[in-house]
């Protein structure tokens, strides 16, 4: 780790810079899993970056479940992700991503409840006829993301609530990205790890045709924390 610098002048933040610097060392290799990190002093003085920015990055890549973090004893690497993961994304990108990821879970969470209680019959058969397109998508040879931000989209614009679906289409690009590598990675896995990621959208339109607003919002909620972890960890079949 010694023979990497942060290039100054980069748009994305120091954390994320060095965010992903670690994380390219995880994914190739450098680092295995069960080693321990060098110390924040020692990270500091490789990246010529301040402490705050080191605990910052750490946090990151804490809360992502790849590294865990004993007291007294220093931080360990748990798990590395998918080889695929800095194929598809630049690691410059991933912790952005990520952070976005974190947004939509508590942005469309609320917005699938709301669709349970509030959507049209027409808003129904939009939420449907994304399904369908999903399915279709899967069982070609592509990655179905635009498919899937269209499911995605036609939840938030059957909560009632305007904004929900606006602020999608602000994030579009970065949702747009994530979908892609998370899709990909997905494309690499068993035809049951793809079956999945349908079938997960499959409990959200069905509890939101239910109109049961608990359950919309859980099985939201366990799709995209389910999303997220399957471009973070590279050893289970999720």
Same mark, same amino acid.
């Given at each position: 780790?010694?023979?990497?610098?942060?290039?100054?002048?980069?748009?994305?933040?120091?954390?994320?810079?060095?965010?992903?610097?670690?994380?390219?060392?995880?994914?190739?290799?450098?680092?295995?899993?069960?080693?321990?990190?060098?110390?924040?002093?020692?990270?500091?003085?490789?990246?010529?970056?301040?402490?705050?920015?080191?605990?910052?990055?750490?946090?990151?890549?804490?809360?992502? @479940? %790849?590294? =865990? &973090? !004993?007291? $007294? #004893?220093?931080?360990?690497? /748990?798990?590395?992700?998918?080889? +695929?993961?800095?194929?598809?994304?630049?690691?410059?990108?991933?912790?952005?991503?990520?952070?976005?990821?974190?947004?939509?879970?508590?942005?469309?969470?609320?917005?699938?409840?709301?669709?349970?209680?509030?959507?049209?019959?027409?808003?129904?058969?939009?939420?449907?006829?994304?399904?369908?397109?999903?399915?279709?998508?899967?069982?070609?040879?592509?990655?179905?993301?635009?498919?899937?931000?269209?499911?995605?989209?036609?939840?938030?614009?059957?909560?009632?609530?305007?904004?929900?679906?606006?602020?999608?289409?602000?994030?579009?690009?970065?949702?747009?990205?994530?979908?892609?590598? @998370? %899709?990909? =990675? &997905? !494309?690499? $896995? #068993?035809?049951?790890?793809? /079956?999945?990621?349908?079938?997960? +959208?499959?409990?959200?339109?069905?509890?939101?045709?239910?109109?049961?607003?608990?359950?919309?919002?859980?099985?939201?909620?366990?799709?995209?924390?389910?999303?997220?972890?399957?471009?973070?960890?590279?050893?289970?079949?999720?």
């Amino acid at each position: 780790m010694d023979d990497f610098r942060l290039e100054p002048g980069q748009r994305e933040r120091l954390g994320d810079q060095l965010y992903g610097q670690i994380l390219e060392q995880i994914v190739s290799g450098a680092l295995k899993e069960g080693d321990k990190l060098p110390s924040e002093n020692k990270i500091c003085q490789a990246f010529g970056v301040s402490r705050p920015t080191v605990r910052a990055a750490l946090m990151r890549l804490n809360a992502d @479940g %790849l590294v =865990i &973090t !004993r007291q $007294g #004893s220093g931080t360990f690497l /748990q798990k590395r992700p998918s080889d +695929h993961l800095t194929r598809l994304a630049k690691v410059s990108d991933i912790a952005g991503m990520l952070r976005c990821q974190e947004v939509r879970i508590a942005l469309e969470g609320q917005s699938a409840r709301l669709a349970a209680l509030r959507r049209t019959q027409h808003e129904m058969e939009k939420i449907n006829a994304a399904l369908e397109a999903l399915h279709v998508a899967f069982d070609g040879t592509g990655v179905p993301a635009d498919a899937d931000y269209a499911f995605h989209l036609a939840v938030a614009r059957a909560s009632g609530n305007n904004l929900f679906a606006d602020i999608l289409e602000m994030l579009h690009e970065t949702i747009q990205h994530a979908m892609t590598v @998370g %899709l990909g =990675i &997905t !494309r690499t $896995g #068993s035809k049951d790890r793809a /079956q999945r990621v349908v079938e997960e +959208h499959e409990a959200i339109a069905e509890a939101i045709a239910r109109g049961d607003g608990e359950a919309a919002d859980l099985a939201m909620r366990y799709h995209l924390h389910r999303s997220r972890q399957r471009m973070t960890d590279g050893q289970r079949d999720l």
